[in-house]
């Protein structure tokens, strides 16, 4: 994308700006560099006054945000994104933030397994295939924390089977990382599969 359009980089509009980041968040997604990731899509929010939280580059934005910041244990920025979402008139929210919402609260209440059921649900109805399987990784990885094997199988095999379909790598590689001896072991252990184990900043 970024290749097929440079004069993005030197447009004025938001949207413009908003696109590149957006699209540099998924690079950075792709390369596993968290921090970039992380500093890329909250730039891409900082334009959702401008363009809404409608607009496709801040709706991919905030969910991809919100993973970070929690693989990173970020819970500043996390706080920071659920209040932007909360802030919001009621109505305007769109549906696919309105499941990835529920899926962060989610992901923080971990321990609750039934909101983390519920949330995937949410996805399931109302958002994409992509962020599903991102949800029912999530599942996996709670559910390895309590040594529920079958269940974990499941989960992995529905969002591999999604990725298969993306054609999506980054997907795979989570899944893969998810289901391999390494991550059981550290779910065993209580520990949350996690990009890089660095503290809460900002």
């Given at each position: 994308?970024?290749?097929?359009?440079?004069?993005?980089?030197?447009?004025?509009?938001?949207?413009?700006?908003?696109?590149?980041?957006?699209?540099?968040?998924?690079?950075?997604a792709a390369r596993r560099q968290p921090e970039t990731m992380l500093r890329h899509a909250r730039a891409t929010?900082?334009?959702?006054?401008?363009?809404?939280?409608?607009?496709?580059?801040?709706?991919?934005?905030?969910?991809?945000?919100?993973?970070?910041?929690?693989?990173?244990?970020?819970?500043?920025?996390?706080?920071?994104?659920?209040?932007?979402?909360?802030?919001?008139?009621?109505?305007?929210?769109?549906?696919?933030?309105?499941?990835?919402?529920?899926?962060?609260?989610?992901?923080?209440?971990?321990?609750?397994?039934n909101e983390l059921e519920a949330a995937i649900t949410g996805l399931r109805e109302l958002s994409t295939p992509?962020?599903?399987?991102?949800?029912?990784?999530?599942?996996?990885?709670?559910?390895?924390?309590?040594?529920?094997?079958?269940?974990?199988?499941?989960?992995?095999?529905?969002?591999?089977?999604?990725?298969?379909?993306?054609?999506?790598?980054?997907?795979?590689?989570?899944?893969?990382?998810?289901?391999s001896g390494d991550a059981h072991v550290k779910a065993a252990a209580g520990a949350r599969p996690r990009t890089?184990?660095?503290?809460?900043?900002?």
């Open positions: 994308m970024l290749t097929a359009a440079p004069d993005m980089r030197t447009s004025e509009e938001p949207q413009s700006h908003a696109e590149i980041s957006a699209a540099e968040a998924f690079i950075a929010l900082a334009y959702a006054d401008v363009l809404g939280v409608t607009h496709e580059a801040t709706r991919w934005a905030w969910p991809l945000a919100a993973r970070t910041a929690w693989e990173l244990d970020d819970t500043a920025t996390t706080a920071e994104l659920l209040a932007m979402l909360d802030a919001l008139q009621p109505g305007r929210l769109p549906p696919m933030l309105r499941a990835e919402r529920d899926l962060a609260r989610a992901r923080l209440a971990s321990a609750k397994l992509y962020h599903l399987a991102h949800g029912l990784l999530d599942y996996a990885a709670e559910l390895a924390r309590r040594g529920q094997a079958e269940a974990v199988a499941a989960a992995a095999d529905e969002a591999t089977a999604i990725a298969v379909q993306l054609r999506c790598q980054p997907l795979l590689d989570r899944a893969a990382d998810l289901t890089r184990a660095t503290g809460t900043r900002r």
